[in-house]
């Protein structure tokens, strides 16, 4: 089955620590992202690659940071520098496509941060 | 940057139609898509719209376009429990390949 996960689906962190989320695809797709969601903020949009070992800020990038080493893998670290980190998590994939041709996200089922 | 907005809730009746409105301030909007997010899952596309359409129907949905006003809607006919979610729309602008999302209408759907 094809498809994107994200592990673990919870995940709990001192204050002062670094964590990473896990995002995998094979959906064969170019391009991965990474957003946040809080209630009633809607996704915000953190980091985003368009091919492996490339990558772009997103709108709220500040306090992150990825890799993109495999086109499959977009691991996301929330590090200490992050001031309000506790958040849900999603992780998305497509096909990069330019041009003006229809370009859906394929989300995964997302990471509950907790800090404590 | 482009801004999309929604209102946060919705409640209807199991039967009715529920309309669940979008606008966005980016005149070059190419695509813009509708989501469904059910509790602590991550999010599905419903449905999408070009921008050089007016209207697109697909089974119990319909989405309207008013491009003039940039304005966006998705009616759900004959609305069931299993409706109950978080609808976002998104808007994909600017010939790049990101999207920006509203901010997600809670629908709830009352027996």
């Known amino acids: 089955d094809g498809g994107i996960t994200q592990s673990p689906k919870y995940l709990f962190r001192k204050e002062g620590q670094n964590v990473t989320l896990s995002c995998e695809q094979n959906l064969n797709h170019d391009a991965m992202y990474w957003y946040r969601q809080d209630p009633g903020q809607g996704l915000r949009l953190i980091y985003y690659?368009?091919?492996?070992?490339?990558?772009q800020k997103g709108d709220i990038a500040e306090g992150y940071s990825v890799s993109r080493e495999k086109k499959e893998s977009f691991p996301l670290t929330v590090t200490s520098a992050q001031k309000n980190p506790t958040a849900f998590y999603l992780c998305a994939s497509s096909d990069f496509q330019g041009g003006g041709r229809h370009n859906e996200q394929f989300f995964g089922p997302g990471t509950r941060l907790t800090v404590l | 940057g482009e801004d999309v907005e929604q209102s946060l809730f919705l409640s209807v009746r199991e039967g009715d139609s529920s309309v669940i409105n979008c606008t966005y301030t980016d005149s070059s909007s190419t695509y813009l898509y509708w989501y469904k997010q059910e509790p602590g899952a991550g999010l599905q596309l419903l449905t999408y719209i070009f921008s050089n359409m007016d209207m697109k129907q697909d089974q119990r949905l319909t989405v309207l376009l008013n491009k003039k006003d940039k304005h966006l809607s998705l009616r759900i006919a004959d609305t069931q429990t299993g409706d109950s979610a978080i609808y976002f729309c998104?808007?994909?602008w600017g010939g790049g390949n990101k999207l920006t999302f509203g901010t997600g209408t809670q629908l709830k759907v009352e027996l």
């Open positions: 998104a808007d994909r």
């Open positions: 690659s368009q091919i492996v070992n490339d990558f």
